[in-house]
């Protein structure tokens, strides 16, 4: 009669139902913290220009674009023809009078609708530098 008897050995086996638990939790978490936000882009093409050289960095600028539809929008949001002057008096005051104006402007607008952001510009004594790429 053997001293010991030879045991019969469970096969091993993986529970998986905790790491179900915790990606569960995971995937809640992440979508409990992820901010879905509203991401707004002006589709603007710019003309191009060989002879447009870099320009330093400005610190108090003022950003205005106009697109293809003729709608302006300064520093992305969106003012009517009525607004801009407006809007580029407060952001002067805001940033003093060193400001400077930077017009962005599709390549498809119509040049009166620039023109219109230019004498805005003027009236109020700012400075106008076109961007280009």
Known sequence: MPLFTPRRRRKPEINIVPLVDVLVVLIFFFLMSTQFKEQKA????????ETASNQPKLT????VAVDKEGKYFV???????AQLD?????????????????????QD???????????ESRKLALEIRLQTR
């Open 60 to 63: 108090h600028r003022i950003l």
């Open 109 to 119: 607008t119509v040049l009166k609708n620039v023109t219109h952001v230019m004498d």
């Open 42 to 49: 002006l589709d603007i093409t710019p003309p191009k220009m």
């Open 86 to 106: 407006e809007a580029l008096q407060a952001a002067k005051s805001k940033d003093g009078p060193d400001t400077v104006v930077l017009l962005l402007a599709d």
């Open 75 to 81: 520093s992305n949001q969106e003012v009517s023809e």
